[in-house]
């Protein structure tokens, strides 16, 4: 893989037999053998690079903004974008980006919210409030925030992590408690 200093690697996916590595200001896309590690294509991105994962057929892309990109794995080639919204507002700082049983799972920058997404429409179908883990993570520190999604589709577990902090936690998703009118 691509150690060279001046490469700030933001997220990797593994698709297929690659490994597709994203840069953050860099805009660069790297793809490597998975078996060998060895560098098979280099790609200019012409936007910031925050999260990548993929749905099985399309490399789907976040660049900090409320828009998430798919892109052609082969060509990286643009096939579509949408744009995330929760009731007609566009939800932006998508992070992080994981492609959880039909739905994407984005951590919001500096929040301790994970929103899911429609990949058909932009529209968010649900919100991870991990206020509480992230209030005992931080333990002061207000660069430890929550930045990582992980889905091990084998076992449908889902685990996350965040910049400096010391473990990676399974978490499960229930649904919110209605309030009684």
Not at 120 to 144: F, I, K, P, Q
Request: hydrophobic share 40%; glycine share 6%.
């Amino acid at each position: 893989m691509n150690y060279a200093p001046q490469f700030f690697a933001e997220g990797i996916t593994v698709f297929q037999d690659s490994i597709y590595q994203l840069t953050w200001q860099n805009q660069n896309i790297f793809q490597y053998d998975k078996g060998s590690f060895a560098l098979r294509n280099t790609w200019s991105w012409p936007r910031e690079g925050w999260g990548i994962t993929h749905d099985g057929s399309s490399l789907i892309i976040s660049d900090g903004t409320a828009t998430l990109y798919f892109l052609d794995p082969a060509t990286l080639a643009e096939k579509w974008q949408i744009t995330v919204r929760d009731h007609g507002q566009e939800i932006d700082r998508l992070n992080e980006l994981e492609y959880v049983n039909g739905t994407i799972y984005a951590n919001i920058w500096k929040e301790c919210r994970i929103v899911v997404i429609s990949p058909e429409t932009g529209v968010v179908t649900a919100w991870l409030d991990l206020s509480e883990l992230c209030a005992r993570m931080r333990n002061g520190n207000a660069e430890a925030v929550l930045n990582g999604i992980m889905h091990d589709p084998e076992q449908d577990r889902l685990f996350v992590t965040g910049k400096l902090w010391p473990a990676l936690f399974e978490i499960r998703t229930v649904p919110a408690q209605q309030k009684k009118p």
